[in-house]
C-alpha cells in the first residue's frame, strides 16, 4: 500500500480488526520509509458494477463518490458517522446484489433519497436538490411542502 504521506510504495500492516459493522477490515499501516501510520479499509467486492448515466455514459462504481455525496447532504447535521457508514454500506450490499452488472445512477439516487428520508430531512432535501435539479427557490418550496406533508401522515 503506498504510503498517503511520502508515496513510499511498502507498508507494514501494524494491526487489524473487523469494523464494527463486520462488512470490511480496519488495517493499521505503518510506512517503512518515513514512518508515517495510516488505516486502510478492506472490502469484499462481489463483482465489477458499471453506473449507467443519465446520458448513457458508462462509468465503475465508486464507493468514494457515493461517500462523498452522502456527506455533502448530512453536512453539519446531527447524524453520526457510524449512521452514515452503515447506510452506505446497505446501498452498496443493494446494488452488488442487485444481480445487474450495469445499474443506472437513477436507481442509485433513488437508494440514496429513500435511505435519507429516513435518516434527516434536511440532507433528504439537499440531496434532492441535486439529485432532481432544483433550478429556483420554488423548486425548494414545493419539494420541501411535500416532505413536510408526508411525515404528518400516519399512513
Same mark, same amino acid.
Do not use: W
Given at each position: ?5 511520502c508515496?513510499? +510504495?511498502?507498508?507494514? %500492516?501494524? /494491526?487489524?480488526?473487523? *469494523?464494527d459493522?463486520? $462488512? ?10 518515513? @514512518? ?7 472490502? %469484499?467486492?462481489?463483482?465489477?458494477? *458499471? %453506473?449507467?448515466?443519465?446520458? @448513457?455514459?458508462?462509468?465503475?462504481? /465508486?464507493r468514494v ?5 452522502i $456527506?455533502?447532504?448530512?453536512r ?20 452488488? *446484489? ?10 442509485? @439516487? !433513488? ?6 428520508? $429516513?435518516?434527516?430531512?434536511v440532507? &433528504? ?5 441535486? &439529485?432532481? /435539479?432544483?433550478?429556483?427557490?420554488? /423548486?425548494? +418550496?414545493?419539494?420541501? !411542502?411535500s %416532505?413536510?406533508?408526508? +411525515? !404528518?401522515?400516519?399512513?
Amino acid at each position: 500500500m503506498r504510503c498517503p504521506f511520502c508515496a513510499h +510504495e511498502n507498508s507494514q %500492516v501494524k /494491526d487489524s480488526r473487523p *469494523t464494527d459493522d463486520g $462488512a470490511s477490515i480496519r488495517r493499521r499501516r505503518q510506512c517503512e520509509d518515513c @514512518g508515517a501510520r495510516f488505516t486502510t479499509f478492506e472490502r %469484499v467486492q462481489l463483482r465489477e458494477l *458499471t %453506473v449507467v448515466k443519465s446520458a @448513457g455514459r458508462r462509468e465503475p462504481f /465508486d464507493r468514494v463518490k457515493l461517500e462523498r455525496s452522502i $456527506a455533502i447532504a448530512c453536512r453539519k447535521r446531527p447524524v453520526p458517522p457510524e449512521r452514515l457508514e452503515k447506510l452506505i454500506s446497505s446501498i452498496q450490499r443493494q446494488v452488488e *446484489t442487485s444481480g445487474e452488472s450495469e445499474i443506472p445512477s437513477a436507481r442509485i @439516487g !433513488g437508494m440514496v433519497m429513500d435511505a435519507l428520508k $429516513a435518516v434527516d430531512s434536511v440532507a &433528504y432535501i439537499r440531496f434532492a436538490s441535486v &439529485y432532481k /435539479d432544483f433550478r429556483e427557490a420554488r /423548486d425548494f +418550496e414545493e419539494f420541501a !411542502g411535500s %416532505v413536510g406533508e408526508s +411525515e !404528518g401522515d400516519p399512513d
